[in-house]
C-alpha cells in the first residue's frame, strides 16, 4: 500500500511533562519513522482510548483520566489533521460534575448533525456514599470541548456495574443506543432520547453479553464491559473487552460477538466458529492487558482499532494506547498486528 494511504500514528508524549491543561503544544513524529505506525501510538498513561473524525475535519482522541505534573487531567483529549501531528488540547472536562468526585473513566463521544453539538458520555465515581459509579454526560458545540455536564447521571449502581457507555447510532432504523456494563453483570443496552441526555420514555435497559463463569485459564469473559459497536455487512459487531484490565494479575484481552439487531441477541465470535473462546486479541510482544478500543476508519476506507495495553517493558507508564489494522474475513473481523515499536530508551 502507498505511503498516502496508510494511516500512521505517533506519539504524543516523549516525556510526560509535555502534556499540560490548555497547553495547546505541537508534537511532531520523531525521525526514522517510517510510513507505518510506531508502537505506542501514545507513550504515557492513557486508558480507554476513543478515536472519532470529528465534523471539522480533525481525527480527536479521548481518554480515562489521569495526572499529569501533579495535575489532574478528568478526561484526556487531543487532536490530528493528519494522523501524523497532534495537537494537545489538555481536559475536555475541566469543570468537575456536582455529582461526581473521581474515577472519570472510559469517554466516548459522538455528533448529532442536527443540532451540531458534541455529546461525551463518561463514568465517574458517585459522591453519595450509598451508591458507587455513575454514567453521565455531557455537552459541548466543540469536540475539543469544554464540556458541561448535563447536572445529573444518567444511571447509578453499586460498585462498578453501571460503566463504560458508549453511544450508537443505528444506520437502518435511526434510534439512539447507549451500551454500557461490567461489574460481573452482562453489558447492557437501552434505547436513548432524542435529545440523547436521557433514555427513552418507556424503555429499559436489556442484557446482551453475558459473563462466562468458569475456572479455565484462558476465560476472558469471567468479567466483561467496555463495548464498543459498528454495523456492517447486515450486522451489528460488538467489541468488548474482558477480566482484569488493571493491577499485578492484570489478564484482559479483546472479544467480538455480533447479532441481525442492535439490542440482540449477540452470538460471541466462540459460539459461531466453535473456537475455544471469542479473543480476537490479546498479549502479543511487550504488551499485555491488551484491550477496551474503539474503532476508526481512515480516508482511505482502512479500519483501525485503538486500545490500551500494559508495556512490560515499563509498567509505570501505565495503560499506553496502541493501534493496529482490522481486515475483515468471513464475516469476522482480523487484526493485523505490527511488530513496528519504539527503540527504548
Request: hydrophobic share 35%.
Amino acid at each position: 500500500m502507498k505511503d498516502n494511504y496508510i494511516l500512521s500514528f505517533f506519539s504524543l508524549w516523549i516525556l510526560t511533562g509535555l502534556f499540560s491543561c490548555g497547553s495547546n503544544q505541537l508534537i511532531k513524529n520523531g525521525e526514522g519513522s517510517s510510513a507505518f505506525q510506531i508502537q505506542p501510538v501514545i507513550d504515557a498513561n492513557f486508558p480507554d482510548p476513543t478515536v472519532v473524525l470529528g465534523h471539522d475535519g480533525y481525527y480527536y482522541v479521548y481518554g480515562t483520566n489521569t495526572e499529569i505534573a501533579g495535575e489532574l487531567i478528568h478526561i484526556q483529549a487531543a487532536r490530528s489533521k493528519n494522523l501524523k501531528e497532534w495537537d494537545i488540547l489538555g481536559d475536555a472536562l475541566p469543570e468537575q460534575p456536582n455529582w461526581a468526585d473521581k474515577d472519570f473513566w472510559a469517554p466516548h463521544v459522538t455528533y448529532d448533525s442536527l443540532t451540531q453539538t458534541y455529546f461525551l458520555y463518561y463514568s465517574g465515581e458517585s459522591v453519595d456514599p450509598a451508591l458507587g459509579k455513575c454514567m453521565g454526560v455531557a455537552t459541548s458545540k466543540n469536540p475539543a470541548g469544554p464540556f458541561i455536564d448535563k447536572g445529573e447521571p444518567l444511571l447509578c449502581g453499586e460498585t462498578f456495574v453501571e460503566i463504560d457507555p458508549m453511544a450508537f447510532d443505528d444506520p437502518v432504523s435511526g434510534n439512539k443506543y447507549l451500551y454500557w456494563g461490567s461489574g460481573h453483570q452482562p453489558i447492557k443496552v437501552q434505547e436513548l432520547a432524542d435529545n440523547r441526555l436521557d433514555f427513552k420514555a418507556g424503555s429499559r435497559p436489556l442484557s446482551v453479553l453475558h459473563t462466562v463463569q468458569n475456572s479455565d485459564s484462558d476465560n476472558y469473559q469471567k468479567l466483561v464491559e467496555g463495548p464498543w459497536v459498528v454495523y456492517k455487512e447486515g450486522y451489528y459487531y460488538l467489541f468488548y473487552s474482558g477480566d482484569n484490565c488493571c493491577g499485578a494479575y492484570a489478564h484482559y484481552a479483546l472479544m467480538v460477538a455480533r447479532s441481525k439487531s442492535p439490542t440482540g441477541p449477540f452470538e460471541t465470535l466462540a459460539e459461531s466458529t466453535g473456537a475455544t473462546n471469542s479473543v480476537i486479541m490479546e498479549r502479543y510482544g511487550q504488551w499485555i492487558a491488551i484491550g477496551h478500543n474503539s474503532l476508526i476508519q481512515d480516508q482511505s476506507g482502512q479500519d483501525w482499532v485503538a486500545y490500551h495495553g500494559i508495556d512490560t517493558l515499563d509498567r509505570s507508564k501505565g495503560r499506553v494506547m496502541l493501534m493496529d489494522k482490522i481486515n475483515w474475513e468471513n464475516g469476522w473481523p482480523v487484526i493485523q498486528i505490527e511488530q513496528n515499536f519504539k527503540k527504548q530508551k
